[in-house]
């Protein structure tokens, strides 16, 4: 039997859960089909998600079906919890996006495709409520074409159109008339054909042609025998467990095996809120660990690479704790908390001095509830700020050296600026002989940390990170040298280069009666220019771009002046340059060189002590060469005065015209 791991992901209210419920009462997992609105579903037992009809915490079931145990991951659908979707994501063999056939494409639908398309996940389609559908499937079929052009009704098995995806099935098909269950299993894995089904969860049809679908078309996970596991989500159960969340993908995990210096205690298998123990888990399988105490969201277990956030919050805000004694406490706990939600990127430096990235108004309504229930204590959130980022606008090297007595490391980055919307990349481009296992180290250190720009101290982005070079010590070099030597070797390329400061942007609909087209442009107008795509004289539809700050005031100013009738959605988000930096810079008060968890300069070593050495001296010190030699300025250019004749003016301008000519016809 073969091993998939697969999640729902959809917009809000497209029937995730739903569809979960019918996929386990056809196959006789449960003995009863539970529904949202009834609030008695198997996956949604949280009170929280029952009382508000929505998932907020990403869920695990288990079905088998023919010849195939399929590990399915229930997804939040609200945008608001996009950070507990993507993690989920990040582990899955392929993906179920569930699309309502009452709304057909969202915004956030749009937003999910990214990130499907960013984690190259295979996915299957499953258009929901076809029950009570206003459109054709022909309409929504080429609605769901502005997402691919590949995207297929598998069930009329058309090879010719199959085959207009891929140079291989076209050929295929060109010799054999058909196409064989083989090639269209490689091009689905390859994200070459996305198949769709149209059905009803609710009254569960075409739901087992969707379990047959996945059943012929999914491949497992190539498996080895070296461990390869992910760990994906932190959480605690009722009794305060520590939980962590584990994918698979090789080798086996077994109870009281060690995973760096920390013994496994459990191994669960859940199925919703209920779980089985388990001696030993393998190759494929979607697993909880209680036990470890210091495991993080992304980390690496064995073999791999750890993965980082595609999706960061663009708003942060104040947490004021109640004036009580429980306060240190409350701080500790608040840690905790900031482990299941890394995108909280809570930053604590006293009980006056907490600051949360939250994603909207509902997750910090769900954020009080859950310290309210939890920790029995309430808290506010308010002062809303923006998020902004940082990138460079030059390649430069950077270096890194660490050497107080008796240890040694000495690293060499390269950052190299890319298009608006790469996010951070990673290269290893060793130009010396560093051994391969100091290699490693440095790109891991690269990846366990959230690198800041000296501009306001914000997050990077649109840069790769390149590994040149470095040095160590025979004796002396031992672990925590090249973190150390790294983070600096970064922080040093940044003070030498020239950083831009960034700030979201939104790219909006808006939603509107017609009588309200000329303020709507007057309110937005100032940014770019928006365009009017849809106007019947009753409704008129507005798109455009503007700073994610004047959108998220603006939402409830549209509710006001239509009376309800308006709306506004953000279809796709980017950082860009802010147009007025200066006055923000300036807001933020912060100098890198005070910064002393992010130090830009350097520890050298003489007479058997450690010294700092400034940013700008470390030039002189350092004991390798610059690996990328800075262009010397070329000569400048001279220009010699020549005389052309009329008559070669003329011969010059009748080829010319006769060669225009020749190519016009």
């Not at 690479?305 to 708003?315: A, C, E, R, V, W």
């Not at 890394?342 to 930053?347: E, S």
């Not at 390329?493 to 509107?512: C, D, F, H, N, Q």
């Not at 007025?580 to 933020?588: C, T, V």
Request: charged share 25%.
């Amino acid at each position: 039997m073969k091993n998939i791991v697969t999640g729902f992901v959809a917009h809000v209210d497209a029937g995730k859960t739903t569809l979960s419920e019918s996929l386990l009462y056809i196959t006789h997992t449960t003995r009863h089909q539970g529904r949202v609105d009834h609030k008695d579903t198997l996956l949604d037992f949280d009170q929280q998600e029952r009382d508000r009809g929505i998932t907020i915490f990403s869920k695990i079931s288990n079905i088998n079906y023919l010849d195939t145990h399929f590990t399915f991951l229930d997804t939040p659908g609200h945008v608001d919890f996009s950070g507990e979707m993507e993690r989920a994501l990040s582990v899955l063999d392929y993906a179920i996006l569930i699309v309502s056939g009452i709304d057909g494409l969202q915004a956030h639908t749009k937003t999910i495709w990214k990130l499907l398309s960013h984690y190259r996940i295979p996915t299957f389609i499953f258009v929901n409520k076809m029950d009570i559908s206003p459109y054709t499937k022909h309409e929504l079929l080429d609605n769901l074409r502005e997402l691919s052009d590949n995207i297929i009704d598998i069930e009329k098995m058309n090879y010719e159109e199959m085959a207009m995806a891929d140079d291989a099935l076209l050929e295929e098909y060109m010799q054999t008339n058909a196409l064989s269950k083989e090639s269209l299993v490689k091009a689905i894995q390859e994200r070459k054909l996305f198949p769709v089904i149209f059905g009803s969860a609710l009254k569960n049809d075409h739901v087992q042609e969707l379990l047959d679908m996945l059943d012929t078309y999914t491949i497992p996970h190539s498996t080895q025998n070296e461990l390869s596991a992910s760990v994906y989500k932190i959480d605690h159960d009722d009794k305060g467990e520590r939980l962590t969340y584990v994918r698979i993908y090789d080798g086996m995990l077994h109870v009281k095996q060690l995973i760096n210096e920390e013994k496994i205690n459990q191994i669960r298998l859940y199925q919703g809120n209920k779980y089985t123990l388990l001696e030993e888990a393998g190759a494929g399988s979607v697993v909880v660990l209680t036990g470890l105490k210091e495991t993080q969201s992304g980390d690496i277990i064995g073999r791999g690479k750890p993965h980082t956030s595609y999706l960061q919050p663009y708003m942060h805000y104040q947490l004021h704790l109640a004036d009580n004694e429980n306060q240190s406490k409350m701080l500790e706990n608040l840690k905790l908390l900031a482990q299941e939600e890394p995108l909280l990127n809570m930053k604590i430096q006293d009980a006056q001095h907490i600051e949360v990235s939250l994603m909207g108004e509902i997750q910090i309504e769900i954020l009080k509830e859950i310290i309210r229930e939890r920790y029995h204590e309430e808290v506010t959130i308010d002062s809303k700020q923006i998020s902004y980022k940082e990138t460079i606008l030059d390649s430069v090297e950077g270096v890194g050296h660490f050497e107080p007595l008796r240890h040694y490391a000495e690293v060499h980055i390269l950052l190299e600026p890319l298009p608006t919307g790469s996010g951070i990349e990673y290269e290893n481009r060793c130009m010396n002989s560093l051994p391969e296992n100091y290699q490693r180290l440095i790109m891991t250190h690269l990846q366990e940390k959230v690198h800041l720009g000296v501009l306001t101290g914000s997050p990077l982005t649109d840069i790769r990170f390149v590994l040149l070079g470095g040095k160590a010590h025979d004796k002396h070099t031992v672990g925590g040298d090249f973190r150390e030597a790294t983070y600096r070797a970064v922080r040093h390329a940044l003070m030498r280069t020239t950083s831009i400061l960034l700030e979201p942007y939104g790219k909006y609909v808006l939603k509107i009666p017609s009588a309200f087209i000329s303020k709507a442009f007057y309110d937005l107008d100032s940014e770019q220019p928006p365009i009017i795509t849809d106007d019947n004289g009753t409704t008129a539809t507005i798109k455009g771009q503007a700073p994610i700050e004047m959108l998220s005031n603006y939402t409830q100013e549209v509710l006001n002046y239509t009376k309800g009738e308006g709306s506004l959605s953000i279809e796709e988000t980017y950082y860009a340059p802010v147009k007025e930096p200066e006055e923000i810079i300036e807001q933020f008060h912060y100098n890198p060189e005070q910064d002393l968890e992010n130090p830009t300069g350097s520890i050298f070593c003489t007479h058997g002590a450690g010294y700092y050495v400034p940013w700008q001296m470390v030039e002189e010190k350092m004991h390798l060469d610059y690996f990328i030699k800075e262009e010397k300025e070329t000569a400048p250019i001279t220009h010699r005065k020549i005389h052309i004749s009329d008559e070669e003016v003329k011969r010059v301008f009748e080829n010319t015209s006769r060669i225009a000519s020749r190519n016009w016809k």
